[in-house]
């Protein structure tokens, strides 16, 4: 547990450094957590360029691997192109996933590419 009453000048702790103390919780979903960013960058890489940067990893639940899009037409392009990119996900984290399903997310803002 953090100490809310530390003095003001005091080092913050990292996250990787609270996860680390006796918090098991934290540290489970920070590793689900990292472990969707790295599904998200393949699912990039796998994607078309052009719709890359308006489609996210929303989650993995029981093998399904939800893709998140604010646009109505890429969902429908992805569905179509949906055998290719189960098997770049496949490939990449075998055993993990089973399927994709889309999900029209209007507020997802674009990716930023850092």
């Known amino acids: 547990m953090i100490d809310s ?29 990292r472990h969707l960013d790295r599904m998200d960058r393949v699912m990039a890489e796998a994607l078309d360029p ?4 308006h489609v996210r990893v929303a989650n993995l639940r029981q093998g399904v691997l939800i893709l998140a899009t604010p646009v109505a037409p890429i969902a ?5 192109e949906t055998p290719r990119l189960l ?11 089973e ?3 889309v999900v029209i997310t209007p507020d ?6 850092v």
């Open 5 to 33: 009453r530390k003095q003001a000048g005091a080092p913050a702790q990292s996250v990787d450094e609270i996860a680390g103390s006796d918090s098991r919780g934290l540290a489970r979903l920070l590793g689900r957590a």
């Open 50 to 53: 052009r719709h890359a940067p």
């Open 76 to 80: 429908q392009r992805i569905r179509m």
């Open 87 to 97: 098997d770049a996900m496949q490939a990449a984290f075998p055993g993990e996933v």
């Open 99 to 101: 399927s994709l399903e």
């Open 108 to 113: 997802l803002p674009p990716r930023v590419q």
